[in-house]
């Protein structure tokens, strides 16, 4: 065993070991931080086989961001994880074995008699100066630029669809809203009313003193 | 590097399509509060000018662009001529029962432009990114129409669960794409299709993904075993949007299922038509057997979807041009009947009563004759009874699987065609001959809706009188 292929299956290992206990754990805090733990070894994966930019953006994308962003909506809700757990005891038997059997499967297909290096042909190693960034960028800004200008408009979609889901206008007797177009219009009558009122006559303020006198 | 600009011109409905959703997405925050029609006219519009543009440019030959990942044939035209005429249908119908049941919103028009963008991405793709591009976009903007409608429960559990297994299948057409990828060195159809019958690939990781990617396209569809979601979700919608996800996304999925099959797979024609076979037939039988049980009529409708579902896929599993025009002409007819059938649901749902309920068809005839009778003509047209284009669609089929040899199929599907004729007549029978719960007069909603549900009706039945124009439209575009 090279060590790059010793450094291999320790990364597949972790990843898939942190896979597999961030949907067994209680706590759904400590189960995003397997999963950041998942793609950490999975860019690890991605830098081992020279794909360097992918691994970099997946660290700093999504155990940076998303994961961020995840962990702060998974502390501010209150999950109940015990009522999401239920069942998962009764469906592991069931599940396990569907697993098990799409696993053996899938090594039959994927296993080395069909992606083995002698299928494939060993992957020549680039030069130390190869600019992975530029590999991908060209490409995606040339020949697959309809694909990409289409994930922009599937990011549009996204925005549209989570705002029309989740803005709430309250109603204005919870929430004052101010209204400008209102404010703009108010003309001086519509805030100060006069009132025509008789003049008032003073009277003449007779001491406490002087009645008690008389 | 070399790149050269690639030709914009047999891509400029979508860029058009694209131009006015966006801008109307903006403008409706400026109009929705003075003008309150604004977007849904705009909505109407846009989709005649695109359509007046793919007319305009109407071609028989295929042109490819954007470096071979977008094709314009006259199988893309025909498909979202049709889709937008669909389209026109839907956004008639929903904008009197988003104000019906008040939550009338622009948002619902733009994201159903953006839905029709999606289909017109799937129906002209020709890679695999551009595929699952145009998928992702359509599938977005439905799930969040489902959910728009944000006080109800059934809505939002609807939407919840078309996401959840939307995505699930999404991940398994991924998976299906990327062992066929790594088979054939390829993401581009065309040349997909001459690496597997030069036979270089690998033929038992083609046959693990064909399996994926089958598994994806039944999911997408709502055939069986991959239904499950079908009855709940179309329940569950609010009936605008049922009405959306019923009709136009199914011509979008036959497109998928054309350019995946057809064009880029049709040396695997083996692994892929026996997995069809079984899937055809489980969802003919149950579409047919569980439909019975059904009492309300949205749901009845989705099983009776499957059931249509398992009648097209009997045309893409002759596996031959013939029977893939078969099987267009059989989805577009069923998209039609479609906005005619959850239409009729549209018109006489009033603000506290759905109108889905089989009982509330009760006696119809004796309230409103005349939309009884288009009702009539609407079922009879999915049962495939003459001479109403339903039968066409179905005769039309079975011709085609009759040729490629499976006469048993044909056999077995006219039965199941039988038998599902059962409840679409027990819906004629209650509307006819059952004494209404209530014998007030019903009429539509509005004088609109019963002139769109009428002329739906109608056309049905005309297409059915004179239906070769149709047919062969469908035989020339494959």
Known sequence: ????????????????????????????????????????????????????????????????????????????????????????????????????????????????????LDVTGTPDVKAADFSNTEAIAVPLYTVHVYAFVLAAVLLLVGIVAAIALTLRRRPTTEVLYQNIDKQVKTLAADRFRMVKMDAVKEQPIVEAGEEDKK | ??????????????????????????????????YQFATYYATQIS????????????????????????????????????????????????????????????????????????MFVMISANNFIVLYMGLEIMSLAMYAMIALRRNSGTAVEAGMKYFVLGALATGMLLYGFSMIYGATGTITFPEMAQVINSGKADGIVL????????????????????????????HGSPTAVTLYLGTAPKLAGFAMVYRLLYEAMPGLVEDWQSLLIAISILSMGVGAIAAIAQDNLKRMLAYSGIGHVGFM?????????????????????????????????????????????????????????????????????????????????KILVIEEVVKAGFTWLAVYAVITAVISAFYYLRVVKSMYFDKPEDSAPIE??????????????????????????????????I
């Not at chain 1, 702060?72 to 396990?96: C, H, R, S």
């Not at chain 2, 013939?322 to 989805?331: E, H, I, T």
């Open chain 2, 1 to 34: 590097m070399n790149f050269v600009i690639p030709s914009f011109a047999p891509a400029m409905p979508e860029m058009v399509l694209l131009a006015l959703a966006s801008f109307i997405l903006v403008a409706d925050t400026f109009w929705s509060k003075r």
């Open chain 2, 47 to 118: 989709l005649v000018v695109v359509g007046f543009l793919i007319l305009a440019s109407f071609t028989t030959e295929q042109v490819f662009t954007f470096n071979d990942s977008f094709v314009r044939d006259s199988f893309a035209d025909i498909l979202k001529l049709f889709t937008l005429i669909v389209s026109l249908g839907i956004f008639l119908f929903s904008r009197e029962y988003l104000l019906q049941h008040k939550f009338y919103s622009g948002e619902f028009f733009v994201l159903g432009l953006f839905g029709i963008l999606g």
């Open chain 1, 1 to 116: 065993m090279t060590f790059e292929q010793f450094i291999f299956y320790l990364l597949a290992a972790i990843a898939a070991v942190s896979g597999l206990m961030m949907i067994t754990v209680k706590n759904p805090v400590k189960a995003a931080l397997w999963l950041v733990l998942a793609f950490i070894s999975t860019a690890g994966v991605w830098i081992t086989a020279q794909a360097e930019f992918l691994g970099l953006v997946l660290i700093l994308v999504y155990v940076g961001a998303v994961m961020v962003l995840f962990l702060f909506v998974v502390m501010m809700l209150d999950i109940n994880m015990a009522v999401l757990k239920e069942g998962f005891t009764k469906y592991l038997p069931l599940g396990a074995m569907a697993a098990l059997a799409i696993f053996a499967l899938m090594y039959m297909v994927l296993g080395p008699e069909h992606f083995g």
């Open chain 2, 313 to 393: 896929l009997m045309g893409v599993l002759a596996a031959t041009a013939d029977g893939f025009s078969a099987a267009m002409f059989y989805v577009i007819i069923y998209a039609i009947t479609g906005v005619a059938g959850f239409g009729m649901i549209v018109a006489l749902s009033k603000a506290g009563n759905e109108f889905d309920r089989i009982v509330d068809f009760k006696g119809l005839n004796a309230r409103n004759p005349w939309l009884a009778l288009m009702m009539l003509i609407t079922l009879f047209s999915m049962a495939g009874i003459p001479p109403f284009i339903g039968f066409w669609a």
């Open chain 2, 444 to 477: 539509a909603i509005t004088p609109a809706l019963n002139w769109g549900v009428s002329l739906t009706a109608i056309v049905l039945l005309l297409l059915g009188l004179l239906p070769s124009t149709i047919i062969d439209l469908a035989y020339l575009s």
């Open chain 2, 207 to 234: 046959a693990f993904g064909v399996v994926f990617v089958v598994i994806g396209l039944a999911f997408k569809l709502g055939a069986v075993p991959f239904h499950m979601w079908m009855p709940d979700v179309y």
